[in-house]
């Protein structure tokens, strides 16, 4: 047991909230350069809820002259002074990354974990940072960057007094991000809540989803519909989320995704009395028990997730309309995807939505694959590709067209060699090419979701979305129509 005399406490927290007696802390760091100021958009949007406890750094809030490059371990044992549980960490951009090494360092001194790391709008540790590349530049040519890239105010060039502040500040931490190098070790025993900016042009939600392999527990992603520095414009409804935890409706600018790896999820996979007559028939004429229990697991975390969606399938057949696409009678739309044990599914309201999920393996039969799948640009592209890259591509591209499909509800009617999306960049939104007998299929726009070992394909039409991604882990919807913690 720690004691709170056990650590010395060299980084100073200004607490910004209104708080009852027994609060949790919310522990906060700011993105480079950044201050206290950074989180004035919680000062009363957690009154009652949580003691926010912002990072005072070196170089800023008051400590302008106390020199001291960033040290992710005096940050750890300034909280291992003063927390109390539950408590939990949030941090921004380059603090996301401190936030990572802050927990780390907690979990190495024995401190009771964080309830939650909360971490917004920063690339996972294993990514080099863009400010940590920009150490060379000049402070006008910085200052152009930031504002540029990560959406900081223009005004910031016209006010001298906060340039002189906040130069030396980002160069700080600058030095911290360029030097930084990420050691691997277990993943944190943390729930990790992350956030994204829509229109963030240097940390793309789809990159964010490696956070994930950062913990044991459960992930979750949310979406705004903002830039890089979304604390300062959408910083009420990130606190809504984090104090509410996650809605379960499906706005109509949203899809929500669920990936389960049923390998964690015994109990899911043994639960056959949740199971149609049909479906379970079915189950009983696999003939590899782990096939039987993959099919199982897959179509009662579909029930399950119904349920949590506001539907009750029962133990009745789940709807399709004619060829197969499944059908609620309500605004709510789905498809699901499985490649081994791993399970996708996708949900969205008022517009129809197509996944796909391909973990990666080699290819069965390579020289099927391009007569079968690809078009003829395609076909000229895989071959030109070095052999190291050829199976990231085609799953690429296999998982895009299955998407689209998906969401049309054409399924193998339609010859996938018919459209395609040759010269299209991994990271950007797809876009198909199509022959004119298929031309309807120009409409849809392609998102592939990274998953480490796997890749996943979202299709809706035009506009596009706001992802929010979750992973299932034990403890979640671990039994029939409840929802647990965690």
Known sequence: MLSENSFTSPTPFASLTRYPPGAPPLFCLPYAGGDVSAFWAWRQAFDGIFDVRVAMLPGRDG????????????????????????????????????????????????????????IGAAHPPERQETLGRWTGLSDEDLLDEVIHRLGAPAELRTQPEVKALLIPALRTDMDWLRGYRFVRGEPLDVPIVAFAGAHDGEVVHPVMLGWARHTSASFRLHTLDATHLFLATHGEQVARTIAA????????????????????????????????????????????????RWYVGRS???????????????????RTRPGGKPYTG?????????????VLVALATGREVGADLERFRPLANEQAFVEGALDERERDEFAALPE???????????????????????GLRVDPTLFGFAGQRPGVTWVPDTAPEVARLAEWRVTHLPLGRAIAAIAVREPGFLLRFETVRRGRLVRQGVEAAG
Do not use: N
Request: charged share 25%.
């Open 388 to 410: 190291e890259l050829r199976l990231h591509h085609a799953l690429r591209t296999w998982t895009a067209k299955e998407a689209v499909l998906k969401a049309t509800g054409d």
């Open 300 to 318: 009662v975390l579909l029930r399950r997730l119904l349920r949590e969606y506001g539907l009750d399938p029962g133990v009745g057949e789940l």
């Open 245 to 292: 935890g996650p809605e379960r409706q499906v706005a109509a600018d949203e899809v929500h995704v669920w990936l389960a790896d049923l390998a964690d999820l015994p109990d899911l996979c043994a639960a056959v009395d949740e199971l149609s007559p049909r479906e379970a028939a079915r189950a009983a004429r696999f003939r590899q028990e782990e096939h039987r």
């Open 330 to 342: 309500t605004e709510l739309t789905y498809s699901l995807s499985q490649s081994g044990g791993l």
């Open 63 to 118: 400590r302008v002259a106390e020199p001291g490059a960033l040290a992710p371990e005096l940050i750890a044992r300034s909280i291992a002074a003063q927390y109390r549980t539950p408590y939990s960490i949030y941090g921004h951009s380059m603090g996301g990354r401190v936030a990572f090494e802050v927990v780390r360092e907690l979990r190495r001194l024995g401190v009771p974990a964080p309830e939650c790391l909360y």
